[in-house]
């Protein structure tokens, strides 16, 4: 009887204590669930971080790229842009060129034509003082033909002085009175005429030495050069020139030879049929 009292408080005692342990574990569940429910939302907050950054990180490299493209773009545009001013300037340059080269074209060409007309003129102008300086060569020739032997050359006219009209001694260079009378006859020809010059050249025979006969033959051509310059010719067109025995008129050793051979030839040259050049003073 008293055992079954003591067993009967015993179950009392324990069925107060379960709820106590049903409640702790409950508890203990609960703050499990509460753990592993922050522990996995703890995990989703950091993936989702990790996420996060990984996103940021791609995004500010897509930034640095769209940048750099974005920086090659605006040096290209400049690039491009630069390109265009330099073409701008060059077309501008090319064109100022253009123009300046058809100006000076169009400058060559109205001088070019300038000076064909000018040339035409100068040569019509040459033409005629030609003419007339042929036609005045031609009355020389006529007027000194009447006096001595005279025949034309392509720049004047020769006239031969020679033993029948320049009676030269034998080793004598003096003129006689009636040599000075012809000579005064051919300075009034030739002073009524203009632009022209005289050489007179002196010729020997062919007896002495050559050096003795050139000297003879200056002495001769410098007593006609003399006297026409004293007759009223000036002296700086006449000239004269010694040519000793080289240029015989007749080859041969006879006296009648040698008589002819002993002369003065005038040679009168015109200055516009020679040199072109206009009238000496």
């Not at 010719?233 to 007749?250: D, N």
């Amino acid at each position: 009887m008293g055992r079954s009292g003591s067993t009967g408080l015993s179950l009392g005692s324990d069925e107060r204590q379960e709820p106590s342990r049903r409640s702790s574990v409950l508890l203990a569940v609960l703050l499990v669930a509460v753990l592993g429910g922050l522990g996995y939302l703890g995990y989703q907050v950091s993936q989702r971080a990790r996420r996060l950054e990984a996103q940021v990180t791609s995004l500010a490299a897509e930034t640095r790229d769209a940048n750099l493209r974005s920086r090659e773009a605006l040096e290209r545009a400049q690039l491009a842009e630069a390109s265009a001013r330099a073409a701008a300037e060059g077309r501008q340059v090319a064109e100022a060129q253009t123009a300046t080269a058809q100006g000076e074209t169009e400058k060559a060409r109205v001088e070019a034509t300038t000076a064909r007309d000018e040339a035409a003129r100068a040569q019509a102008e040459a033409d005629r003082i030609r003419k007339r300086a042929e036609a005045e060569m031609t009355r020389l020739e006529d007027a000194l033909g009447k006096i001595a032997e005279t025949h034309r050359t392509a720049l004047g006219v020769v006239m031969n002085l020679g033993s029948d009209h320049l009676k030269f001694e034998f080793d004598k260079a003096e003129l006689r009175a009636e040599d000075r009378e012809l000579l005064s006859r051919v300075a009034g020809i030739l002073l009524s005429s203009q632009d022209y010059t005289v050489s007179v050249n002196g010729h020997t025979d062919d007896v002495g030495s050559d050096t003795y006969n050139q000297k003879l033959s200056e002495r001769r051509a410098q007593a006609v050069r003399d006297y026409l310059v004293k007759a009223g010719l000036s002296p700086e067109i006449v000239s004269v020139t010694g040519h000793g025995k080289a240029l015989p008129l007749v080859r041969s050793a006879g006296d009648a030879a040698r008589a002819k051979n002993r002369r003065v030839e005038l040679g009168i040259a015109n200055t516009r049929i020679q040199y072109g050049r206009p009238p000496l003073s």
